[in-house]
Structure formats: structure tokens, C-alpha cells
């Protein structure tokens, strides 16, 4: 599926399905989309085929870079499968 920003802006604006999804949701509220570029990749997509390969298999990817005074990025990972922290 090809997304176009009038797909993006009305998806952000609450006017379609995708706002909906608790997992857009979740990670839409963890960007700044008034950055300079921002973006979020499904967990289906075949980007992120290989850290699916690698046993990671994220529900998706989101994050945001602002170019102004400086560079700035931010960016996540939502995962299928929460990890376990261990302390030794």
C-alpha cells in the first residue's frame, strides 16, 4: 500500500480507520509531527523483512528528524513480543 500526505494528513487528523488502530495510535503520540520529516513503517513491510529474519518482528517503526538550529531524531520500535529485562 502507497501512502500520499493527503492519506497521511487526514489519517492524522482522525478522519479515517488508521486513527483508530491502537498501534497507530501508540506510536504516532511518540513523534513530534511538526518535525521536519517524521514517518512510521508497518511491522508487515517488507523493509523490515530482515529483523523480522533476525527475530526481532517489530509491530512497527516510527521516528521524526527536525533540521533547525541543529539536527535532531527521534526514534522507536513497537514490539510484537515485549522483552524481559534481566539484571546479573
Known amino acids: 500500500m502507497k501512502v500520499n500526505k493527503d492519506a497521511l494528513e487526514t489519517?492524522?487528523?482522525?478522519?479515517?480507520?488508521?486513527k483508530s488502530t491502537p498501534a497507530f495510535i501508540s506510536m504516532y503520540n511518540k513523534l513530534n509531527p511538526n518535525d521536519t520529516m517524521w514517518g512510521l513503517i508497518r511491522g508487515d513491510s517488507k523493509i523490515l523483512e530482515s529483523a523480522a529474519a533476525a527475530g526481532i518482528e517489530p509491530k512497527g517503526v516510527f521516528g521524526s528528524?527536525?533540521?533547525g538550529d541543529g539536527i535532531t531524531a527521534t526514534c522507536g520500535c513497537?514490539?510484537?513480543r515485549p522483552r524481559r529485562l534481566r539484571s546479573s
Open 65 to 67: 528528524i527536525n533540521a
Open 78 to 80: 513497537a514490539s510484537a
Open 11 to 18: 489519517a492524522a487528523k482522525g478522519k479515517s480507520a488508521l
